[in-house]
């Protein structure tokens, strides 16, 4: 089992709490599809739509494809609208198993680190 972490910080201006956002994934590779699973994805109000959830995304998802991860999941509450149109912008696809559980195959061709 990997742990994946990411913290942003800023700057106290927008508040006294320095933490803008943060991702905590598991990546486990004792099933035939290595799966990476991100458990807790949060941005804090003042850092919403400032692409912060993206670029962590985008970072667990690279050191996910590094450590021989082919596969990402989550799972999100259906009625988190803003929260699905971003993971499904960044290529998750539903897992059909009835409820909001969006998995993304990691290419290394299409994927390419920015």
Known sequence: MTFIACLVLAEADRGDNPVAAFLFAL???STDTSTAILHCLGTRAPWRRSGLATAMISRVQHRA????VRQLRLKVTDSNHSALALYRKLGFVESGQGFAVLMR???PEADEQP
Do not use: I, T, V
């Not at 494809?65 to 021989?68: E, K, N, Q, T």
């Open 65 to 68: 494809h590094s450590a021989g």
């Open 27 to 29: 990546a486990d590779g």
């Open 105 to 107: 195959q990691l290419n």
